[in-house]
């Protein structure tokens, strides 16, 4: 099978930035309840973060080994890097349009102001410097720049300022500048009393307190301007697989490096005159291009926390609770549930309590023998975790995989990898070079009978936070055939040996790719010898081009293709005479679409797979990712039901991608308005 031509792919970092309008286009829905589009406008500001920490730092690194090799969507490097650069500026300008002229006066009618420092009265001003004086002074350190004062190292992502200053101090110095860095500790928003504001909710930026007494931290000098600033870094860690002896020593010393990686971006605000504004990239190492000034504070992210703290619950989605499965309730432990029959859990709508009891009820078992599960993110308090060390004081059989590099989550698996080995855990770190991604826990307990086996498996990692927010799919069972599976998978990755035969379960990176391809070929020829066809697909990513090539070509053969991709999404659809019969969509809502779920036809006797694992490069061949059957006829109609049919029928959040890689919103016309998200929340309140 021919790879896909250039011009038959999108670019992934463009297609990134897309799914970012996406997210933004959230924030501009009057469907959306108010504070929840503040809230998207803080969730791009947060996702532009990681972009240009990961993506851009990845295209200027490439740009600066002076690599010139296209990428498979054909754009070199430097092609790439112009395109996001325009894209973004776009994009950046945009959400701050929405911001000023949108969102904040509309918050604002609701009694919750950001009150400048040009709207400030009396009153308020008198508060203000008051506060200034109590509680930002004592821990401000101005920085004045000299020859013995050099340009001071600026943390990723913190608040700083540049501030123009004229005349001399006492020591006769007058270079002019200094830098002013606000301390993490700080609060980048402050709540006025409701007296003060004269509205219920009145808030002031610390960057608009800072502005106003910039000139109290430079006695006797004229403050000709003052600049909020933040530069953002490469942050991707460096380890060298074959140099390292230890893996976590090795991250534990490259973690601080993060906070002073290469500079990637640098945000002003937009009243930065040209001359500081050159000065600071040259500091920095960058180009005017890598330069972005914004008409608001340059770190949106810090106002997340606004709508928690504004007790408003018209201006919220309405709060919901996960419902717990009815067969648990009559159920004396959860093996004893497990044990009849495998559970399928649907979160959020479902609560993730089932899967925190798994591990808790085996943890205090005394028939249990052994417990070991595999540690992604699970954040830096996890009930999951406890239960585990707890287990291993106990005396219990505990192993656990704990994959150190996973992006971002590296100190806090750091941190719980040495607890799990102070209480006796065998703690691994999965294989160098391969991520550990899958997510699998498995118990084993000593019956009337011998040992029997009890997992959990799931499209989603084992954090209780996130349950709440992404969508995903998990399964208990004790089906013995995808037990056996599990305990092999678990065998393969603390000891040594060449990679048995699963008998139900695929595997990343050895029998994922080829039998997804398989599959997609298995509908292609059904398709071309006139039989029933179908590929539906649901996943945050579609990039592999082996697996687009399949598609393409199943589409020529008539095979009816659907894929529901939250993010990016390298493939052209409904271009004629490749993918004509692929459709392409994309859903945005309350929650992040999170599962991974691969139907195929397969002749009426529909397969269907739940996975860890998106359709990447990496996910493919340099991850351990699962894939499991969902075996009961019952079990596998819900999820068709529950995880593909209501995307499919959305035409509220629903997106639906054209061949030039850009995504037209779905409206409703004469159709009745319909939302997935909304659906399965309404369809498990009534169970």
């Not at 038959?8 to 469907?31: K, W």
């Not at 005349?167 to 002019?176: H, I, P, Q, V």
């Not at 592999?544 to 008539?558: F, M, R, T």
């Not at 692929?582 to 859903?587: A, E, G, L």
Request: charged fraction near 25%.
């Amino acid at each position: 099978m021919n790879p896909p031509l250039p011009e038959q792919l999108i670019n992934r970092e463009l297609g990134i930035l897309e799914f970012q309008r996406r997210v933004l286009a959230q924030a501009e829905d009057e469907d959306t309840p108010l504070l929840e589009r503040l809230r998207f406008l803080c969730i791009v500001s947060s996702n532009m973060d990681e972009f240009f920490e990961v993506r851009v730092a990845g295209l200027k690194e490439q740009i600066k080994a002076g690599i010139a090799t296209p990428s498979p969507d054909g754009l070199t490097p430097r092609q790439a890097y112009a395109e996001v650069q325009r894209v973004a500026h776009a994009l950046v300008a945009k959400q701050y349009q929405l911001l000023n002229q949108t969102t904040l006066p509309a918050l604002g009618e609701h009694g919750i102001r950001f009150i400048r420092r040009t709207q400030w009265n009396e009153e308020q001003a008198a508060w203000i410097r008051e506060y200034f004086f109590r509680e930002l002074m004592p821990v401000l350190t101005p920085i004045g720049l000299d020859p013995a004062h050099p340009f001071p190292r600026v943390l990723n992502k913190s608040l700083n300022f540049a501030v123009e200053l004229k005349g001399k101090d006492a020591f006769g110095r007058n270079s002019g500048a200094a830098v002013v860095q606000a301390p993490r500790s700080l609060p980048r928003v402050i709540r006025l009393p409701e007296d003060i504001a004269g509205c219920e909710y009145g808030f002031v930026f610390l960057s608009s307190i800072l502005h106003a007494h910039v000139g109290e931290l430079f006695s006797g000098m004229t403050v000709e301007g003052c600049y909020q600033f933040r530069v953002t870094r490469n942050s991707d860690l460096f380890v060298d697989d074959e140099e390292t002896k230890n893996l976590r020593q090795a991250l534990q010393g490259e973690l601080p490096h993060r906070h002073f990686g290469a500079a990637v971006r640098l945000e002003v605000a937009d009243n930065c005159s040209d001359t500081m504004a050159d000065f600071l990239l040259a500091q920095f190492e960058l180009d005017r291009s890598d330069l972005y000034q914004v008409h608001g504070p340059v770190n949106l992210v810090r106002l997340m926390q606004v709508p928690d703290w504004v007790e408003r619950p018209d201006l919220k989605f309405p709060p919901f609770t996960p419902r717990l499965p009815a067969r648990i309730g009559k159920a004396a432990s959860m093996f004893e549930v497990i044990a009849k029959d495998d559970l399928l859990l649907h979160h959020p709508f479902e609560s993730f309590q089932p899967v925190i009891d798994f591990i808790d009820q085996a943890a205090g078992d005394p028939q249990v023998v052994a417990i070991r599960q595999t540690v992604y993110r699970t954040g830096t308090d996890s009930q999951l975790m406890n239960a585990l060390i707890s287990a291993a004081q106990s005396g219990k059989e505990v192993t656990v995989v704990v994959e150190l590099l996973a992006r971002f989550d590296e100190e806090a698996n750091i941190n719980w990898a040495a607890q799990l080995e102070e209480a006796g855990a065998h703690v691994v770190y999965g294989v160098v070079g391969h991520k550990t991604h899958a997510k699998l826990a498995l118990v084993i307990r000593r019956e009337e009978g011998g040992l029997r086996r009890y997992a959990h498996l799931g499209t989603g990692n084992y954090h209780a936070r996130t349950a709440r927010m992404y969508t995903d799919f998990g399964l208990l069972t004790a089906n013995e055939t995808i037990t056996a599976d599990v305990n092999q998978i678990f065998t393969q990755l603390t000891g040594l040996g060449r990679a048995g035969k699963l008998h139900a379960l695929l595997q990343s990176p050895f029998t994922l790719h080829p039998e997804i391809i398989a599959a997609i070929e298995r509908e292609t020829i059904a398709a071309r010898a006139g039989r029933p066809a179908a590929i539906i697909a649901k996943m945050n990513a579609l990039l592999e081009p082996k697996v687009i090539a399949a598609l393409y070509a199943a589409s020529q053969a008539g095979v009816k293709i659907d894929l529901i991709i939250r993010g990016v999404c390298a493939l052209r659809p409904g271009v004629p005479g490749l993918s004509e019969n692929i459709r392409v969509r994309s859903v945005v809502g309350r929650f992040l679409e999170h599962s991974r779920i691969f139907y195929f036809k397969n002749l009426g006797e529909e397969l269907v797979y739940l996975s860890s694992a998106d359709w990447m490069d990496r996910n493919f061949f340099r991850r351990i990712e699962t894939c499991f059957p969902v075996l009961d006829p019952k079990l596998k109609k819900r999820v068709i039901q529950e995880g593909l049919r209501p995307y499919l029928r959305d035409n509220r959040q629903a997106w639906e991608m054209q061949a030039d890689g850009s995504f037209r919103r779905l409206h409703r016309k004469r159709a009745k308005a319909y939302c997935a998200q909304t659906a399965l929340l309404a369809l498990h309140m009534e169970k």
